[in-house]
């Protein structure tokens, strides 16, 4: 099966360049990471040893200098003017950045041109060093969900199943059966995304607070809540820093994301209600205990996963695209989304499940200027025709 072609080519491109870059992909658990570097490593067929620091002993901090040496022997035995060194699940090991640099200056500085890709988690990787260790040496190519053309291609997706189903391709062989399809969803992607993702690798004070955060986060996905609200339904309640803090990881883990509203200040930026939003639809319905068949029946409960899926569609692409998302409230004046990319801002309203409109655009543009206005309704464009198209291509209107 042919997968995330945009990635392959994007892989294939760097690789071939005559400079030297560490090309780290990275990116939310069962996307496809491992799958996709495979699949370049077949096609290309290029001399290339590839490995795993999955079930390494953490306290093998030799581990990345013997896989260095050993793919430099390789090379130099097989007479070869470039190499690839793939190294998977990369965070698994303590103190791989600095091992990393230190391998990589050597092969810089003896004019070695062994090629190096690394896979992991987005949060460890920046976490623990990627971006001071490895400065100037590295690029990061971003590997978030699946898109609908992504799913439909692979799995004949229908529109109204990529809103359902979301963007998963471990389970989408499953979905005839949603109760096990919902049963693989929590047991093999959502508790390890949590569980090993962030709580086994970043200090957490509450663990159970903060899958209730992601539980809660996602019942409210769509919707602003305020953390004193939040607080006041969580069991294990903490503080609203501790909430803020606790809803950064599970957005750095690629799960759920508060969106700031936007105010063109900062400051007021950062006092805001957060608008929840997870980046795939598949979390939410894994928590719904009724039935695709039935939601559809009622216009105004399907209307909440079409408003979700534009959303996911916005938040990943602005995570791989470089733009910044937002939403805008003003009293009972609202925007869905709002995205900005330099001095160009696009307001996106999603009019899903008879859900009025709130005449936000005029105000907005009334306090910040003309923006470009977009509609996602039946009098407007299509939900179904919007997650088909690239949102970077709206800053080109």
Known sequence: MEIRRTHLDKISSRLKEKRRFIQVIAG??????TTTIRQWVSEKKAPTTFISADNQPTDNNLWIAQQWTSARLQMKSLDLEEYVLIIDEIQKIPSWSEAVKKEWDLDTQNGLNLKVVLLGSSRLLLQQGLTESLAGRFE???????????????FDFSEEQFAWFGGYPGPASLILDEQRWKDYMVNSIIDPSISKD???????????????????????????????????????????????????????????????KYSGSLVKTKISSPKMQVYNNALITAYTQQPMSQVMLDPVHWGRWVENIVGTHLLNASREQSFELWYWRDGNKEIDFILKKGKQLIAIEVKAGNRLSSSGLTAFENLYGPCTKILIGTEGLIWKDFIKMNPALLFDI
Request: with cysteine; net charge neutral.
């Open 28 to 33: 939310p658990r069962q996307v496809g990471k």
């Open 140 to 154: 990061l190519i971003p590997m978030l969900h699946w898109t609908f053309s992504e799913m439909q291609e692979a």
């Open 198 to 260: 962030i709580l086994m690798l970043t200090r957490i004070d509450k663990p159970a607070l903060l899958r209730q955060t992601f539980e809660l986060g996602c019942h409210y996905s769509g919707q602003q809540i305020s953390f004193n609200k939040m607080i006041g339904q969580l069991q294990d309640a903490g503080n609203t820093t501790t909430l803020a803090n606790y809803l950064n990881l599970l957005g750095e883990a690629a799960l759920l994301q508060g969106l700031q």
